[in-house]
């Protein structure tokens, strides 16, 4: 079965620093992944997609960067972290589109 | 570009009593899937129910159903004999069934179940 691990749970760091987010998922190939936002307990914001290694699409212009090194790996970045960047980071990845998003447990930045 | 409203911020229901969120979207598309998502306080995001535009019954995931009018384009979910543990933010999501690689969200409904 599929499954999909995303670390750390918890992340406090300040302003400025760098930041790192790792998802990875298992017992799939070719997946599609997903990096969404969730701010102020809300709605989700979709950051960036991947359909395949190398391949990032951005939809929302800022401080965050994506990579898709291996297959079923998605990483989420940034050089300078600001306040704003605040929020639940959760990653997701899709197989067929008529079976939605799996959703990975999440992060909670917190920028200080 | 799809949209997805979910009119009612937040709900409450009784403990055992039946509860139903709404969800309205709108597409010019004829090919499409729709899917409710619970979040409770853990934050984990977690699939409730599917549904293909295509097929005209309603799905239903034990307790939970939906009532799918495709021409109002409505998708509202059911809950029956609400628990505790339905407490939750609740998601509308749409899904293009073309090359369209994102789901659409609603900006939730946050369910309150009172025992």
């Known amino acids: 079965s599929q499954t999909i691990h995303q670390w750390p749970a918890t992340l406090v760091q300040p302003v400025g620093s760098p930041l790192s987010l790792e998802c990875t998922v298992e017992?799939?190939?070719?997946?599609?992944l997903y990096w969404y936002r969730q701010a102020a307990g809300r709605g989700l914001q979709l950051l960036f997609y991947?359909?395949?290694?190398?391949?990032i699409s951005s939809e929302v212009p800022q401080n965050l960067s994506a990579s898709r090194p291996q297959d079923r790996q998605f990483i989420l970045s940034s050089k300078k972290l600001l306040l704003s960047d605040s929020g639940f980071y959760l990653c997701?990845?899709?197989?067929?589109?008529?079976?939605?998003?799996?959703f990975g447990s999440g992060t909670r930045l917190t920028v200080v | 570009a799809q949209t997805v409203t979910q009119s009612q911020p937040e709900m409450s229901v009784q403990e055992a009593e039946t509860v139903t969120l709404s969800c309205t979207y709108d597409?010019?598309?004829?090919?499409?899937?729709l899917f409710w998502y619970k979040q409770p306080p853990s934050r984990q995001m977690i699939l409730v129910i599917r549904?293909?535009?295509?097929?005209?019954q309603n799905a239903t995931e034990n307790r939970f159903s939906v009532n799918f009018q495709k021409a109002a384009k409505s998708f509202s979910l059911k809950i029956s004999d609400s628990q505790l543990g339905d407490a939750a933010m609740y998601f509308c999501?749409?899904?293009?069934?073309?090359?369209?690689?994102?789901?659409?969200f609603g900006k939730g409904t946050l369910l309150t179940v009172n025992p």
């Open positions: 597409t010019s598309e004829s090919d499409y899937y």
């Open positions: 549904q293909e535009a295509y097929k005209q």
């Open positions: 017992g799939t190939s070719n997946p599609n």
């Open positions: 997701a990845w899709q197989g067929q589109p008529n079976y939605g998003y799996t």
């Open positions: 991947s359909v395949g290694i190398g391949q």
């Open positions: 999501a749409y899904h293009s069934g073309g090359s369209n690689y994102k789901l659409t």
